[in-house]
């Protein structure tokens, strides 16, 4: 009965492939997100959704590209992966756009 | 510009030695400040929210409070169980995404 649970939790994967990130919440909560830790352990937003519809689009590439195919799943998809893209990426939930975050595990990245 | 520090970056504690975190940020209109609590391999896991100056949160051992300018967590006689990273992130009216600050790494020994 995992509230926020994504898959995998690990990745290693070479330069210049591509990879999916898959996120779950079965909290009920209407906005989800995806964060970025890097090693300096800096929490940054990437992006937030509201009830399937995007609202916050931080300056990511475009090679990065989330989707919601309902309100309880947010995927993270990455194209052309690069070295600066090893990280771990965070999905969370909140019940709106005010509330507290519920963070799943991470997934942490290694581009070699 | 919107930023949030805080300090130290780490804390070494003796268990029962009580020692507070702080959390400064700068915002214009602050909706809230948030205390979450990291441990290694895990997500941030939520402690608290603050709203308004001269506000207090207390759970277990911790307890937070906060000013205009600044926020602290206090930890009382800490155990080994609370050592974490813990990290505060504020959250202004006119945006709705969190900024987070860099954390404050706990090791509490016995």
């Known amino acids: 009965d995992t509230a926020v649970s994504q898959t995998p939790k690990y990745l290693v994967t070479q330069m210049g492939n591509d990879k999916s990130i898959k996120c779950e919440q079965n909290?009920?909560?209407?906005?989800m997100y995806w964060y970025k830790q890097d090693s300096k352990k800096f929490l940054k937003i990437m992006f937030s959704?509201?009830?399937?519809?995007?609202?916050i689009n931080e300056t990511v590439p475009n090679r990065f590209s989330p989707k919601s195919p309902d309100k309880a799943h947010l995927n993270l998809h990455i194209n052309s992966l690069e070295l600066g893209d090893s990280a771990v990426y965070f999905c969370a939930s909140s019940q709106d756009e005010t509330g507290e975050l519920f963070f799943g595990e991470g997934s942490r990245l290694t581009v070699l | 510009e919107d930023q949030v520090t805080q300090s130290p970056e780490a804390l070494r504690l003796q268990e029962g030695e009580s020692s507070s975190l702080n959390c400064s940020y700068t915002v214009s209109g602050l909706r809230g400040l948030f205390w979450y609590r990291q441990d290694p391999g895990k997500g941030p896991e939520f402690l608290f929210t603050?709203?308004?100056a001269g506000e207090e949160k207390e759970k277990e051992r911790l307890k937070a409070t906060l000013t205009k300018k600044e926020s602290f967590l206090h930890i009382t006689a800490p155990k080994p169980e609370d050592s974490a990273t813990y990290l505060c992130a504020v959250q202004a009216r006119r945006w709705g995404k969190f900024q987070f600050g860099a954390g404050t790494q706990v090791v509490v020994t016995p």
């Open positions: 603050l709203y308004s």
């Open positions: 959704y509201n009830n399937k519809e995007l609202i």
């Open positions: 909290l009920g909560h209407d906005t």
